[in-house]
């Protein structure tokens, strides 16, 4: 269930991530689990925000498997 808060956290978290982002000097890198849609990713939609050509970005897919 997301409240108000939840929102509020998320909204200054994205700020604060695309503040950081847009610098050209930082790599964007994705990392996400093997089971994770790369197109929903809320990081992936910010990162081709700030880098339409895809020079900056990075995607790492994973997939563990048994118990670590």
């Known amino acids: 269930m ?3 808060s939840d929102r509020q956290k998320l ?4 700020i604060i991530t695309m503040r950081y982002i847009q610098s050209s000097n930082n790599i964007l890198l994705n990392v996400l689990s093997a089971g994770s849609d790369l197109s ?3 990081f992936a939609k910010m ?3 700030v ?3 895809g020079e900056r970005r990075g995607y790492e897919g994973r997939q563990v498997v048994g118990d670590i």
């Open 2 to 4: 997301s409240t108000r």
């Open 11 to 14: 909204e200054h978290f994205s």
């Open 40 to 42: 929903a990713s809320r």
């Open 47 to 49: 990162c081709r925000q």
């Open 51 to 53: 880098d339409d050509s």
